[in-house]
């Protein structure tokens, strides 16, 4: 947990004083991302680097848990932070081995238990370590030595991460690539992180929180669907952008839109019972699945009214399918794709689990407002 109490920063400048940071309370619950946003001077990066004391507060506190990181030793303070930088920061004329052990050296740990870690972060992130632990930072390229300064803050199994602007340098397919690289670890590791970026795109799918500030105060803090449905005032409004509504798609699953226990025929079943039961529900088209429940084909309304013959010998070939756990803008993007106005949903093994449309995400998104 990180928890900040009216932590301000004031700069002395040769024009007068410049408050950086104006009295921000804020808390990170522990395991949970926090993405810091907000223009050009707001005070995102001096709140976040007050945390490891990069910057030392004007006033405030700083708890990382229980304790008061202002009372201790900076330098014992930044071991037990991990910290990744835009410019990745790794030492050019040590291997990526050492680099990634640089601080459990520094804090004692065994030579072989170190460099064991090294390989399994290494292969976390999708880097062979017989490859790569005996090669120069110069022989990476940009993206493979982002994910080596990502997994060099993970090292020493620190339970507080801080990252400024981490993938900001790097071009957008490898972005998304180390960005769920990033939130798979995150998912097995759980730690709590503070993360500085410009990015809202970025902060909406990396955060469980979002801060907006702006001229050195907290304006909004909040879970990203709370704060593109209810912008607190028009800055934030603005910030966020006019699409705030479809930068919700992300944050969706298709399983948390989909109907659920839908109606479904066999192979066996007639066209006449096909037609019965998408008539009984209202639907124009019905799922045929196989002996164990695997969504098969599709039977359409037009094709099996008054039609004679069995189910298996008439349906045809579902267009698109879709997993119960991609989002909902993966869902509309497959929509258009195949000019469809819902999906049959799917889990990981090809079960048939319900149904997603267009109608019903557009119902689900109009509720928060609704509600409001």
Known sequence: MIRLDELT??????????????????????????????????????T??????L????????????????????????????????QIGLFPNKTIEDNICAVPDLLGWDRKKSRARAAELLEMVALDPGTFLKRYPKELSGGQQQRVGVIRALAA????????EPFGAIDPINREVIQDEFLRMQGDFKKTIMFVSHDI????????????????????????????????????????????????????????????????????DTLADAAAKMEEHGHISIVMVGPKGRARGIVYLSDARGAKGRVGENHKKLPASINAREDLRTAVSMMFTHDETSLAVVDDDGFYKGYVTQRGITHLLGATYRDA
């Open 48 to 53: 976040m680097k007050m945390v490891n004391r």
């Open 157 to 164: 199994d620190p339970p507080v991460m801080l990252m400024d």
């Open 201 to 268: 795109d970025e902060a909406v799918k990396m955060a469980n929180r979002i801060a907006i500030f702006d001229a050195g105060k907290l304006i909004q803090y909040d879970a990203p669907d709370d704060l593109l449905a209810h912008p607190k005032n028009s800055f934030i409004a603005d910030f966020v952008g006019g699409d705030r509504t479809l930068k919700r798609l992300r944050l969706i699953t298709v399983g948390d839109a989909m109907m659920s226990d839908p109606p479904t025929v066999r192979a066996e």
């Open 55 to 86: 910057i030392e507060p004007t006033s405030g506190k700083i708890f990382i848990g229980d304790t008061d990181v202002t009372k201790q030793n900076p330098i014992e303070l930044r071991r037990t932070i991990g910290y990744v930088i835009q």
């Open 9 to 46: 920063k004031i700069f002395d400048t040769p024009s007068g004083q410049v408050v950086a940071s104006d009295r921000v309370d804020m808390e990170v619950p522990e395991g949970e991302i926090c993405v810091l946003l907000g223009p050009s001077g707001c005070g995102k990066t001096t």
